[in-house]
């Protein structure tokens, strides 16, 4: 088994350090890690350390640096704009997404989607986002941390967002085109725009294909919109060799 990775603000520079705070208990109180054991300390931007534990402490670890490396951030980047789903399905987007390798995921307050983001409600509701992509990056031993915008996005911003970039497709059903055989970019970012439960509506589509959005499709097989995203980017981490 792989040896596994905690999050923290910044690599230490010391050779021997303590790790403590919400990692450490994680570390010493649920994974019950030991002296002898091994681990590996990221810092979400591509810095990672791995470690020997020395000693368990209540809460803490006291560990030795073994060796330090960087991990170049991925080219192209994979960005996911996700249609506000009801219920905990956006959480399982984003964990699911996360651990296939997305690097943004921007949250889209589309026409039919049922869930709204406003006030504290919505400030809530991408902090949950972010706290299942932190997790789920841990889980998959990631160097680099996706990024959650900051607030969902209305359809004009996302059309916005989708101008100029090196390669923007919409999942659509409708579509002609599949992803799996249309043409794409050795760098800049790749964009995939998945739509809530009811679907993305015909303006929306006509919006995003005006911003130079391609409509595509993956199969034949209509996907909820918790895994839509997730399937994308098995196909497209396929066919750039990231797997």
């Known amino acids: 088994m792989s040896a596994p990775l905690f999050l923290v603000e910044s690599l230490p520079a010391a050779d021997e350090w303590t790790l403590d705070g919400p990692e ?114 841990k889980q998959a031993r990631r160097p680099w941390l996706p990024t959650i915008a900051p607030g969902a996005l209305s359809t004009a911003r996302v059309a916005d967002r989708l101008r100029g970039e090196a390669a923007a497709f919409v999942l659509h059903e409708e579509a002609t085109d599949r992803l799996s055989h249309v043409p794409l970019p050795a760098a800049g970012e790749i964009i995939l725009v998945v739509g809530p439960e009811g679907g993305i509506a015909p303006t929306e589509l006509d919006a995003f294909a005006d911003a130079g959005a391609r409509p595509v499709r993956l199969g034949d097989l209509v996907l909820r919109t918790s895994t839509a995203g997730v399937a994308a980017l098995s196909v497209l981490s396929a066919r750039l060799g990231r797997w």
Not at 32 to 56: K, M
């Open 24 to 137: 450490g208990h994680h570390a010493a109180n649920v994974q019950r890690l030991t002296a002898g054991e091994e681990l590996i300390l990221a810092d979400g931007r591509g810095g990672t350390a791995l470690a020997l534990v020395l000693a368990s402490g209540k809460g803490s670890l006291k560990i030795k640096i073994v060796s330090r490396g960087y991990a170049e951030s991925p080219d192209p980047r994979l960005v996911v704009v996700q249609g506000l789903p009801k219920g905990d399905r956006g959480e399982l987007a984003v964990q699911a997404m996360t651990e296939t390798g997305v690097d943004e995921i921007i949250p889209w307050s589309a026409g039919r989607s049922v869930t709204v983001w406003k006030g504290d409600r919505g400030t809530k509701a991408r902090d949950k986002w972010a706290a299942t992509a932190r997790e789920a990056a």
